[in-house]
C-alpha cells in the first residue's frame, strides 16, 4: 500500500502557511505525574484543501531542552520531527547517520522503513532553543504553522 502523499507534495504542504482551527488554542498539558509537559493540535492549510494535519511535542524535562522533541504528521505518518541527540551515531565504518545537537527529521513514508533514505537526520545549526516556549515557536516556525497567540504566564 503507497502513501497517500508523494515526496513533492509533502514538501509543498510544509511550506504552506497554517493555522488553528476557528476557536483552538495550543494548550500545554503534563505527562502524568511528572513535571514535563506535551501538547497536540491540528493545524490546517490558511487557503486550501483538507489536509490531516497534527504537530505535537513533548518536554519530559521542561528545565531541560535537550529532552524536548517535536513531531509533524501527515495524513497519521510522522514526515518531519525535530529532536537532540548529545552526541553524533555512526553506522560501523560508514557515514554520520546522526548529527550531534539539534537535527531534523526528514521522513517519507514512500519508502520501506529499512531504507536509509526513509528517515534523514540533518543537522540545524542554528537551532538553539531557550525553553520550551521558543522550542514550540520555532518548530512551528519551521512548517510554517501561525500559532495565533503570545506566551503569557509560566508553563505551569
Known amino acids: 500500500m503507497s502513501y497517500h502523499y508523494k515526496p513533492h507534495r509533502i514538501d509543498e504542504l510544509l511550506r504552506l502557511a497554517k493555522c488553528l482551527p476557528s476557536g483552538d488554542t495550543l494548550e500545554l498539558k503534563k505527562i502524568s505525574d511528572s513535571a514535563g509537559r506535551h501538547f497536540e493540535t491540528r493545524p490546517q492549510l490558511v487557503d486550501g484543501p483538507f489536509a490531516d494535519m497534527r504537530y505535537l511535542g513533548k518536554a519530559p524535562e521542561v528545565d531541560n ?47 520501506p522503513t529499512n531504507d536509509d533514505a526513509q528517515n534523514v537526520h540533518q543537522p540545524l545549526a542554528s537551532f538553539q532553543p531557550t525553553d520550551f516556549r521558543d522550542f514550540i515557536n520555532q518548530t512551528a516556525k519551521l512548517w510554517n504553522i501561525d500559532l495565533g497567540w503570545e506566551w503569557e504566564g509560566e508553563l505551569l
Open 65 to 111: 531542552p535537550e529532552t524536548y522533541d517535536a513531531t509533524f504528521l501527515l495524513a497519521n505518518q510522522r514526515v518531519r520531527g525535530v529532536g537532540f541527540n548529545p552526541v553524533g551515531r555512526h553506522r560501523f565504518r560508514f557515514k554520520e547517520r546522526i548529527p550531534k545537537g539539534w537535527h531534523l527529521n526528514v521522513c517519507d513514508p514512500n519508502l
